[in-house]
């Protein structure tokens, strides 16, 4: 059984910095792009910034020059790093991966992880 497990939220006030982590695990035979999204309670989930396998990046235009997007390979894990944060980059983030396993592939989400940005 495959899953994806983030890590890496929490609270942190205007201006700071966090980590996401998000890692995947199971019968997996490889692993497509890479992305995480988010969604802000009323609204619809946007894109945040996907990466494949070879590294090419996808951003969302709100993150674009303070969120920069990573993945390890060999570790199956994908990495989100956000600076700058503003109050409202709030919201819940979700790790995506496209991933093939038992003989095809399909998307694959994470439970998701709270972002807060507050004073």
């Known amino acids: 059984q495959v899953q994806l497990v983030e890590s890496g939220g929490g609270l942190v006030q205007p201006g700071g910095s966090l980590r996401l982590s998000c890692a995947a695990s199971g019968s997996i035979f490889s692993i497509n792009t890479m992305g995480w999204y988010r969604q802000a309670p009323g609204k619809q989930r946007e894109l945040v910034a996907t990466i494949t396998t070879g ?7 709100s993150v674009k020059g303070r969120f920069t997007i990573s993945r390890d390979n060999a570790e199956n894990t994908t990495y989100l790093q956000m600076n700058i944060l503003k109050p409202e980059d709030t919201a819940v983030y979700y790790c995506d991966a496209m991933i093939y396993s038992g003989g095809y592939g399909r998307h694959y989400w994470g439970q998701g992880t709270q972002v807060t940005v507050s004073s």
Request: charged content about 30%; proline content about 0%.
């Open 55 to 61: 590294g090419s990046t996808k951003y969302g235009d």
